[in-house]
Nanobody, 124 residues
Framework: QVQLVESGGGLVQAGDSLRLSCAAS????????MGWFRQGPGKEREFVAA????????YYADSVKGRFTISRDDAKNTVYLQMNSLKPEDTAVYYC?????????????????WGQGTQVTVSS
């Protein structure tokens, strides 16, 4: 069982940066693929970024590639999402998730555990 708690969301202006954090409980954090997803107003939840065990591989949605960076610190049981050059269309609730399987982590159906989400609002 893994519990995930996101933090770092807020209200920012277009062009600003934010760093989201997701702290995980348990002693097996390093054994999970970790991902970030988001759900904007009136939209379906969508993939944002994923990082493999040990952080050797990362994957991004085209809409955030070059602006967002996912990273993990297994010593701290934490995964991060650094978001730069934010746009109003990045406004959403951001969720982190943990996958115990062996997929890339680019679809929500792969994930076993989810956090409650943190709101990110980008004003124009």
């Amino acid at each position: 069982q893994v519990q995930l708690v996101e933090s770092g969301g807020g209200l920012v202006q277009a062009g600003d940066s934010l760093r989201l954090s997701c702290a995980a409980s348990g002693r097996t954090f390093s054994s999970y693929v970790m991902g970030w997803f988001r759900q904007g107003p009136g939209k379906e939840r969508e993939f944002v970024a994923a990082i493999s065990r040990r952080g050797g591989n990362t994957y991004y949605a085209d809409s955030v590639k070059g602006r967002f960076t996912i990273s993990r610190d297994d010593a701290k049981n934490t995964v991060y999402l650094q978001m730069n050059s934010l746009k109003p269309e990045d406004t959403a609730v951001y969720y982190c998730a943990a996958e115990s399987g062996y997929g890339k982590g680019t679809t929500q159906y792969e994930y076993d555990y989810w956090g409650q989400g943190t709101q990110v609002t980008v004003s124009s």
